[in-house]
């Protein structure tokens, strides 16, 4: 939910308080804020598991050296 609030915003402050924000691209903007869910969720349940938790972990450790 805090990907989608933060693109929210964006657009809210990109298009000037959705003063120049254009209606017939209202679809693209729905479709968009639900790919930004399923693909932030999917990726919060896959870090969740262990092997993927020791993976992070590890490139972590090679990110530092």
């Given at each position: 939910m805090v990907a989608v609030v933060i693109a929210l915003v964006l657009v809210v402050a990109g298009s000037g308080?959705?003063?120049?924000?254009?209606?017939?691209l209202a679809g693209y903007l729905i479709d968009t804020v639900f790919a930004i869910f399923a693909v932030t969720d999917r990726y919060v349940v896959w870090l969740r598991h262990p092997p993927t938790g020791r993976l992070r972990e590890r490139g972590w450790q090679a990110l530092r050296q």
């Open positions: 308080g959705l003063r120049w924000f254009d209606a017939a």
